[in-house]
């Protein structure tokens, strides 16, 4: 067992099931006002018959038959709730089979609205083609596209893998929006083709769609500036993310809650800490008030940069104030001892919470694995991967593959193959990236000798992207999850002998 360095930082209270502060919140500053709507008992009991429904919907009986059941009862409001929770479970195809349904009965008008949400829902599950196909459905049975049938077809694109070719699509919809005039662009338009250009750092396609806006009769509102602005910041791209700040500040539109947050994650993931503190100062003495989301950023860019005691300030200011301690927070805490060179303390919070028998959630056993693995400890991640299930903590594919990618670059041979069948009992079936990032980190290795050199060279020379390892912070990510390019099972078989036999050359 490696010893840990030893850490002392303050205790903390153990989460609960709030997250808000005991005292009460201060009035929203926004630039905008949208009136609440009030929930009716007709709304009410639509919910709870779609909730029926869901829970009705099973592989013994299916979808079609379970609406039948339910066929005197069922109208378009219920089936519009139906495909947003489909939507949420990535069911999109048995959202089109309660669409089929519904346009075999009586009462079934085809309008742009039903068309809209589900192009969204299509787009979102990354179904461009189905989206596609549903705009071509929508204008064969008599509908006239509107801007918010246009609007969710630009979103659907924008959803697709093919960035350049997406944003080519988007402005060509937004052009053709401009000369019709029952289509013409609305703020959700320009707010939409406006992250999407600042995520893409097309800085030159921002200003000139600001300066179309000002040209415009649409007027844009706190989030256009917001996804500008944070779009910008995520990039790093602090020079930009600052001159559309001042360009809001001129429109008169004051900061939002979004806004301070947004700042105070940029600035600290570039480590301008003054800039980060003198916003978050600006926050404190706004009419706003500081969420869990304010103070885990904080807590995360200080643990980065190293500023050990700054987080834990961070920290207590959250306590004091009355804040409960999220798993995300939890989770940020365990990141900062771990950049900190503090694992014992990491390893400290980890088990107070298991003690604390709170539900755990697999991140969090994510976050402290990722923590020993950085900190050059594979064995006790091992060790802790293996007690998981044991204290009620299931891996999921995330997590092997962060073990598989650390395993690989601590060339721990024996741990590797020990994973291997773990993941082959579970039921994981890696993807072709799960592979080739893993070939990355070994990649990254000093070779030992000659024959190591010509591994790597004739190993990852077929593929750029077998060198770009990823973040380490992104292991959480669900993102990770691995469903198959391929399912030929021997394309992975071989990608892993592939892994296996450079890691023997070592």
């Given amino acids: 067992m490696s010893s840990l360095p030893s850490c002392s930082s303050p205790s903390f209270a153990s989460y609960g099931s709030s997250s808000h502060p005991r005292a009460a919140p201060l009035t929203r500053i926004s630039c905008v006002s949208s009136p609440k709507r009030k929930r009716t008992s007709h709304n009410s009991e639509a919910q709870e018959l779609v909730r029926l429904l869901t829970r009705k919907i099973s592989d013994k009986e299916p979808l079609v038959k379970t609406l039948n059941k339910y066929v005197k009862q069922v109208r378009t409001e219920h089936c519009f709730l139906l495909f947003e929770e489909l939507g949420k479970d990535d069911k999109w195809l048995q959202c089109l089979e309660v669409f089929r349904w519904m346009q075999k009965q009586r009462w079934y008008i085809a309008d742009n609205g039903i068309y809209s949400k589900l192009i969204s829902v299509m787009g979102k599950k990354g179904q461009t083609r189905m989206a596609m196909w549903l705009f071509s459905e929508m204008r064969n049975t008599g509908c006239r596209p509107d801007t918010s049938v246009y609007n969710a077809l630009i979103t659907a694109h924008l959803h697709s893998r093919d960035k350049t070719k997406a944003l080519t699509k988007a402005m060509g919809y937004f052009q053709k929006m401009k000369g019709t005039e029952r289509c013409k662009p609305n703020i959700v338009t320009y707010n939409i083709v406006l992250r999407a250009y600042a995520q893409a750092r097309n800085v030159e396609q921002v200003n000139s769609l600001f300066k179309d806006l000002d040209e415009s009769i649409v007027s844009p509102d706190i989030y256009t500036f917001n996804g500008v602005m944070d779009a910008y910041g995520k990039n790093g791209m602090i020079r930009e993310m600052e001159a559309v700040l001042a360009r809001m500040k001129s429109n008169q539109c004051k900061p939002d809650l979004i806004t301070f947050n947004l700042l105070i994650d940029s600035y600290g993931k570039k480590q301008e800490f003054g800039k980060m503190e003198q916003v978050f100062k600006s926050l404190l003495h706004s009419k706003e008030r500081p969420t869990l989301p304010t103070f885990n950023s904080m807590i995360l860019n200080y643990g980065k940069a190293r500023l050990k005691d700054k987080a834990e300030n961070v920290f207590k200011k959250m306590t004091d104030m009355g804040y409960t301690p999220s798993f995300v927070t939890h989770e940020s805490l365990i990141y900062m001892y771990g950049f900190c060179d503090c694992v014992s303390r ?8 298991v003690e604390s ?28 991967f293996e007690r998981a299930k044991s204290i009620k903590i299931y891996p999921n594919s995330s997590t092997y593959k962060l073990l598989y990618k650390a395993y690989t670059k601590a060339n721990q041979k024996e741990l590797l193959d020990n994973l291997l069948k773990h993941m082959d009992k579970d039921g994981i079936i890696p993807n072709k990236r799960f592979f080739l990032d893993a070939l990355g980190a070994v990649a990254s290795l000093p070779a030992n000798s000659e024959s190591a050199n010509a591994a790597t060279d004739s190993n990852v020379a077929n593929s750029e992207s077998a060198n770009a390892a990823t973040d380490s912070n992104t292991a959480n990510s669900e993102s990770a999850n691995a469903t198959t390019d391929s399912n030929n099972p021997q394309d992975f078989s071989k990608l892993a002998t592939l892994v296996k036999n450079y890691l023997a050359h070592l």
Avoid: R, W
């Avoid at 990491?346 to 919470?353: M, N, P, T, W, Y």
């Avoid at 694995?369 to 064995?379: I, M």
């Fill in 346 to 353: 990491a390893v400290q919070l980890f088990d107070e919470l």
């Fill in 357 to 384: 028998k709170v539900h755990i959630k697999v991140s969090t056993l994510n976050a402290m694995l990722d923590v020993y693995c950085l900190n050059g400890l594979p064995q006790e991640a091992d060790s802790l």
